[in-house]
């Protein structure tokens, strides 16, 4: 992306921010990002999430806007106009309003049995659902404990899914397919640490056996697709956070209307992560250079990925807590180190 497009993305986002919170006068963070990125607000162009951080800092660094974090243990944090003269009790009243409706929202996230590993089963089922079109085999399996594959052990482990992809028409399981299932309303950026929890756990794999990882999340960006076809590993689009039917209808709907979340209820196989499964695994020729190769995709993966496998190890701590600037320097580090790695052509993009 040029200087202009940057600043131009900039200047797009903050004008949609303090439109929204002209309107809304105070928001959770992720509201604002569910109103603005996956489908634009109002007329404005959808701004990215990365480049919707860069507007954020821009307005709150020239006190344009104000950011809060709340006392809880799981922090709402929540943006703000400037309080207008004798309206410092409204907006008050209202922010505290706000955070303990979107609470509710938080308190479904952070059960496993309403999301996290909800969304685990829902690509079992997806998996299962596929598996005879799609030409795959699924082991009998607990979601979520997958600690070994082939015998190697999954370190640190362990993967959410597993199935082996046959060779047809032999019908002989060749390469293990790694599910790593992030239902998360946050897009997964390259240097994401949810993304690189699977990159170490498939590359220690990697080292003994050929795998395909898949990571399954609500929404990849352009840069993240760019380096999943240039390093090997496949990713499958929800396109929404899942949550179980078990949520009171009423109560979802109403937080749904608050918010403006992109989430949804869902029970059983999901139509994006089958389409991915019987139409773009085995896919050939593969959507990456070199283009006119008369290979199914999974195999060319499993082949790039075991190749960059030692220098994903090489950069494991991405898969930790890092600070922002620490993170960015080990990404570039790995970036350049994965292109003096690969023998094959790049996209690049990322």
């Known amino acids: ?36 990125s996956p489908t634009g607000w109002k007329s404005f162009l959808k701004v990215q999430p990365l480049q919707l951080h860069e507007s954020r800092k821009s307005l709150v660094n020239s006190d344009q806007i104000f950011e809060d974090r709340s006392a809880h243990v799981i922090p709402v944090v929540t943006v703000r106009i400037p309080f207008p003269p004798g309206r410092i009790k409204e907006i008050t009243r209202l922010l505290g309003l706000r955070r303990k409706h979107y609470r509710k929202y938080l308190k479904w996230t952070n059960n496993e049995k309403l999301c996290g590993r909800h969304a685990e089963r829902v690509v079992l089922e997806s998996l299962k659902d596929a598996a005879s079109e799609a030409g795959l085999y699924v082991p009998p399996q607990v979601t979520g404990r997958i600690d070994k594959v082939k015998e190697a052990q999954v370190i640190p482990g362990p993967l959410d899914c597993l199935a082996h992809i046959f060779e047809l028409p032999a019908l002989v399981s060749e390469v293990p397919l790694v599910v790593e299932v992030k239902n ?19 590359a220690h794999l990697a080292t003994h056996i050929p795998v395909v990882p898949l990571l399954v999340c609500m929404r990849i960006p352009y840069p993240t697709s760019q380096m999943a076809k240039d390093i090997g590993f496949f990713y499958a689009q929800t396109s929404k956070q899942l949550f179980n039917p078990s949520i009171p209808e ?19 196989p999901l139509d994006s992560i089958k389409n991915f499964l019987t139409n773009t695994l085995r ?30 190890l090489a950069y494991r701590n991405l898969a930790n807590a890092l600070k922002d600037e620490t993170r960015t320097n080990m990404f570039n580090a790995f970036r350049t180190a994965a292109h003096a790695a690969r023998q094959w052509p790049a996209l690049r993009g990322w």
């Open 1 to 36: 992306m040029s200087q202009a497009q940057a600043t131009d993305w900039l200047v797009e986002g903050q004008t949609a921010l303090l439109d929204l919170l002209s309107e809304r006068l105070v928001t959770p963070w992720f509201e604002a990002e569910s109103r603005i």
């Open 184 to 202: 998360i309303n946050r897009w997964v950026y390259p240097w994401t640490k949810e993304l690189w929890e699977l990159l170490v756990k498939a």
């Open 250 to 268: 009423h109560d979802f709907q109403d937080v749904v209307n608050e918010f403006g979340l992109v989430i949804v209820q869902h029970q059983g």
């Open 283 to 312: 896919r050939s020729p593969p959507l990456s250079p070199p283009y006119n190769e008369d290979i199914q995709w999974y195999k060319r993966q499993a082949h790039r990925f075991q190749t960059i496998a030692p220098v994903i």
